[in-house]
């Protein structure tokens, strides 16, 4: 079992900035892909980023060139920079961790029904 804790949520104005991050449970992190999601009031929750095993990643369409993902294996935790925020970035954003591998290290997923486990999501608020 791999627990997902998520934390860095806040208010911020547009423009800001603030760091996500997602602490996992286990000693095989490194052998997981990594996502990050987000649901708006009234939405369903949708794709963000997402990083493979070795390092690749992949955005969704309304965050590429403003939001990043990262990982640091040695502290078992994945990132998400946000810069220059908007107030449609608001939702509450999910960590997402998939523990099925497969041989090549650079496949990353999209589907949310990909991945095994779930954190418990931390608000993201931005106003204009």
């Known amino acids: 079992q791999v627990q997902l804790v998520e934390s860095g949520g806040g208010l911020v104005q547009a423009g800001g900035s603030l760091r996500l991050s997602c602490l996992a449970s286990?000693?095989?992190?490194?052998?997981?892909?990594m996502g990050w999601f987000r649901q708006a009031p009234g939405n369903e929750r949708e794709f963000v980023a997402t990083i493979s095993r070795g390092g690749s990643t992949y955005y969704a369409d309304s965050v590429k060139g403003r939001l990043t993902i990262s990982r640091d294996n040695a502290k078992n935790t994945v990132y998400l920079q946000m810069n220059s925020l908007k107030p449609e970035d608001t939702a509450v954003y999910y960590c997402?961790?998939?523990?099925?591998?497969?041989?090549?290290?650079?496949?990353?997923?999209?589907?949310?029904?990909?991945?095994?486990?779930w954190g418990q999501g931390t608000q993201v608020t931005v106003s204009s």
């Open positions: 286990g000693r095989t992190f490194s052998s997981y892909v």
């Open positions: 997402a961790a998939r523990s099925r591998t497969t041989s090549n290290s650079f496949v990353y997923y999209l589907n949310q029904d990909e991945y095994d486990y």
